[in-house]
């Protein structure tokens, strides 16, 4: 189901607005609490609740692989965009923006949707701000992240999560705050690595589909979509139900 489309005028106060805020954030030296701490990830088995641990805190160094152009062969970027089927006036939030893959690739598509680029490192949110501001999107705003909260300044229509699921700690109360930040009718899409796929992290932060659903669905999502284009990634897409 594709939200009613905010008018093209109130979009751009929209992000003049938030661009101005957000953009200020991003270049203060804040001490945002991280999903990923210092200490290494456990070994062994993990539960479906568990999270990976790690840090990300020099945008520079991970760029080289984040951005890496032989990531589009399996990461499949424009097809993944297409198939969020967005449209003009909707808002995107990218949730582990990281370096910007997908915030830019988002900005720059047809539908050019305002773009909330949050991750928890404010290396990556100042790497951001910089990217956007040299290739002059005005739709992509960085947002500093907290481990238990996207701080989106705005609800969105869709939410965009790559790679990223396995990192949340508290999956089911952080999503559980993140429906607070969706549009009535947002979509969720969920993207992370499968079992057996030949990169990614430890097999024992890998979840299936099946434990993604029951997580989301204690935070009242439901599973709509699930798309298998991708060759070494889930690509699941839910939305809010009720509990």
């Not at 520079?60 to 969020?84: C, G, H, N, T």
């Not at 481990?147 to 965009?160: E, Y």
């Not at 969706?182 to 796929?197: E, H, N, S, V």
Request: glycine content about 6%; charged content about 20%; proline content about 7%.
């Amino acid at each position: 189901m594709i939200p009613t489309m905010q008018p093209r005028s109130e979009t751009s106060v929209v992000v003049k607005r938030s661009v101005a805020l957000l953009w200020a954030i991003a270049g203060l030296c804040l001490a945002g609490t991280s999903l990923a701490q210092d200490h290494p990830p456990q070994v062994g088995a993990a539960a479906p609740g568990q999270h990976m641990e790690h840090r990300f805190d020099d945008a520079e160094r991970y760029a080289k692989s984040f951005d890496d152009p032989a990531r589009d062969a399996w990461q499949m970027p424009d097809r993944v965009i297409e198939a969020l089927a967005l449209s003009r006036g909707q808002s995107v939030a990218d949730i582990g923006a990281g370096t910007g893959y997908f915030s830019v690739r988002l900005a720059k598509s047809k539908a050019a949707p305002i773009v909330y680029a949050a991750d928890v490192e404010p290396s990556m949110v100042d790497y951001l701000a910089k990217r956007a501001m040299k290739e002059g999107l005005t739709n992509v705003v960085p947002v500093l992240a907290g481990a238990s909260v996207a701080n989106l300044p705005r609800a969105v229509d869709v939410v965009l999560i790559v790679d990223t699921y396995h990192h949340i700690a508290n999956r089911p109360a952080y999503f559980r705050e993140l429906r607070k930040s969706m549009k009535p009718g947002a979509r969720l899409a969920i993207i992370d690595f499968k079992k057996d796929a030949p990169e990614g992290p430890p097999v024992e932060f890998r979840f299936t589909a099946e434990e993604i659903a029951a997580e989301l669905g204690s935070a009242g999502f439901r599973l709509v979509t699930q798309h298998v284009f991708l060759p070494r990634q889930m690509f699941l897409v839910f939305e809010p139900g009720t509990f």
